[in-house]
């Protein structure tokens, strides 16, 4: 079985400039989840949606978006970037129940 | 908002030791409480979890133990091994059906030393 899978790998992107990041979760799973990991830190929830529908929502500002399509996959979507969202950007899939299953994430440069 | 301390940042213990990681909460409906493991450029990996209705749980080496009273939880590591070394992360969530919102801590660095 395949795993939760990201693309790209790496990116690097200018300030202003925007950004779309994609997941495939895993066969099965209805779950989505958006992660920041920054340096150092451990990873800080941006987005979770379930069968299409945004369930929840971090604390991140409204440059900030996302989606999930019928077939379970989702995009992030951030706008105007700035130095500070670069980061490790990781996605995760479950199905029912908090059991959460990381992709190999997106290195997210921004210059 | 929920918030997950964990301590300590960094722990070095010797190959063979016992390695112990602590974690709070705050949220006193937080119910489901996993552990990541991640390597050096590599994604977390759920390594073990325990939910609110036991207070104990034991996997080989890796044992966890949840205490709600006082809303703090535990990692346990025995017979530690080189491989062992990684950055470890203790999160805690409210498990309702479809609502995944997962809060991390801010993660131990575990070193192994031969």
């Known amino acids: 079985d395949a795993g939760v899978t990201q693309s790209p790998t790496h990116l690097i992107k200018t300030r202003g400039q925007h950004v779309t990041l994609r997941c495939s979760p895993i066969s099965g799973h209805k779950s989505v989840s958006w992660y920041q990991q920054v340096l150092g830190q451990g990873p800080q929830f941006i987005f979770q949606?379930?069968?299409?529908?945004?369930?929840g929502r971090g604390n991140f500002p409204d440059r900030f978006s996302a989606r999930q399509f019928p077939n379970y996959s989702s995009e992030l979507n951030v706008n105007a970037l700035l130095l500070g969202d670069s980061a490790l950007y990781l996605c995760?899939?479950?199905?029912?129940?908090?059991?959460?299953?990381f992709g190999p994430g997106t290195r997210l440069t921004v210059t | 908002g929920e918030n997950v301390e964990q301590h300590p940042s960094t722990l070095s213990v010797q190959e063979g030791d016992s390695a112990v990681i602590k974690c709070t909460y705050s949220d006193s409906a937080s119910n489901y409480f996993p552990w990541y493991k991640q390597e050096l450029g590599k994604r977390p990996q759920l390594i073990i979890d325990?939910?609110?209705?036991?207070g104990e749980k034991k996997d080989q080496r890796i044992a966890v133990t949840l205490n709600k009273t006082a809303k703090h939880f535990s990692l346990h590591i025995t017979e530690t091994q080189p491989e062992d070394s990684a950055v470890y992360f203790c999160a805690a969530s409210k498990e309702e059906t479809s609502y995944d919102k997962v809060i991390f801590g801010p993660g131990t660095s575990l070193s192994v030393i031969p």
């Open positions: 325990i939910r609110s209705n036991v």
């Open positions: 995760a899939s479950s199905s029912q129940g908090n059991e959460q299953y």
């Open positions: 949606y379930y069968e299409k529908e945004e369930r």
